[in-house]
């Protein structure tokens, strides 16, 4: 069985201070949840803070984003190598990235690349706009965008990484998608491709995890989905007493606790 994995994407809050400070007011209760792994990503000037402070425990620390050049003159990035000196995990794709960065389906593939070449796992953001959906094309866009993303790799490293799957429309709205709509994106579309294109070993392997809008009192019938592997939350991830609830539900929601 896949192991479910939910993680907070602190988006551009959190001071190094103020991170900390959270990740200290929820340590004890998110390490007492089994079977579920919890990542927090915060921005990166906070990373090593919080990377030091849960050393040494099952939490993981990732990356909002990292550039795929090694070193030089690329100034305001961030090399795949400096993340890796902290992080495990790196978000890549985000679509606030690609809305307000140009960020491009090329782009994130070479970011995937760089990650992986670097041992990160990598957690790719995929997902269609409201005007998508309302046209009927979340399926086909939402497959190039998997398609686009993991050109030129194998299945071995595809079984090893983690897609989520983020509508526009759901991120920040407090209008998540229904559990349904959520699992046939992730199951129908997401996994399928990788099983069409990959073999039904990286399909069964890949963990896909839904992201957009979840809260405490609507994770668990997300997370009872047999196709969603976790959830990468944004706003709900910024306090302790909702992040745990998310992440205690989730255990709930797999038969764990
Ligand atoms: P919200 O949970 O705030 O909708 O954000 C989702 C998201 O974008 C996580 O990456």
């Known amino acids: 069985m896949r192991r479910p994995i939910i993680a907070g994407n602190w988006k551009m809050n959190k001071t190094a201070a103020e991170g900390t400070a959270l990740v200290q007011a929820m340590m004890d209760d998110l390490l007492a949840v089994p079977d579920v792994d919890k990542v927090v990503c915060p921005p990166f000037l906070a990373v090593p803070d919080v990377s030091r402070l849960i050393q040494g425990t099952e939490?993981?620390?990732?990356?909002?984003?990292?550039?795929?050049?090694?070193?030089?003159?690329?100034?305001?990035?961030?090399s795949p190598a400096m993340v890796a000196e902290f992080c495990s995990y790196v978000i890549i794709g985000h679509s606030e990235r690609r809305e307000y960065f140009h960020e491009t389906d090329e782009g994130v593939n070479k970011k995937i690349k760089a990650a992986l070449a670097h041992g990160l796992t990598p957690i790719i953001c995929v997902g269609e706009t409201l005007e998508l959906r309302d046209q009927g094309k979340t399926e086909p866009?939402?497959?190039?965008?998997?398609?686009?993303?993991?050109?030129?790799?194998?299945?071995?490293?595809?079984?090893?990484m983690i897609i989520a799957y983020?509508?526009?429309?759901?991120?920040?709205?407090?209008?998540?998608?229904?559990?349904?709509?959520?699992?046939?994106?992730?199951?129908?579309?997401?996994?399928?491709?990788?099983?069409?294109?990959?073999?039904?070993?990286?399909?069964?392997?890949?963990?896909?995890?839904?992201?957009?809008?979840?809260?405490?009192?609507?994770?668990?019938?997300?997370?009872?989905?047999?196709?969603?592997?976790?959830?990468?939350?944004?706003?709900?991830?910024?306090?302790?007493?909702?992040?745990?609830?998310?992440?205690?539900?989730?255990?709930?929601?797999?038969?764990?606790?």
């Not at 620390?61 to 990035?77: F, H, I, K, M, R």
């Not at 209008?175 to 129908?188: H, L, M, N, P, W």
């Open 59 to 78: 939490l993981g620390v990732g990356a909002q984003d990292l550039y795929w050049e090694e070193s030089g003159a690329y100034t305001g990035e961030v």
């Open 141 to 160: 866009w939402v497959r190039d965008q998997v398609i686009a993303a993991l050109q030129g790799l194998s299945a071995e490293q595809v079984a090893s």
């Open 166 to 257: 983020e509508p526009i429309w759901a991120i920040g709205t407090g209008r998540a998608a229904t559990a349904s709509d959520a699992e046939q994106v992730c199951g129908g579309v997401v996994r399928a491709i990788i099983g069409d294109l990959y073999g039904q070993e990286a399909a069964r392997s890949v963990r896909i995890q839904y992201g957009g809008s979840i809260k405490a009192d609507n994770a668990e019938e997300i997370m009872a989905q047999p196709n969603i592997d976790g959830g990468l939350v944004g706003g709900a991830s910024l306090q302790a007493k909702s992040f745990v609830e998310i992440v205690r539900a989730t255990a709930r929601a797999k038969g764990f606790i």
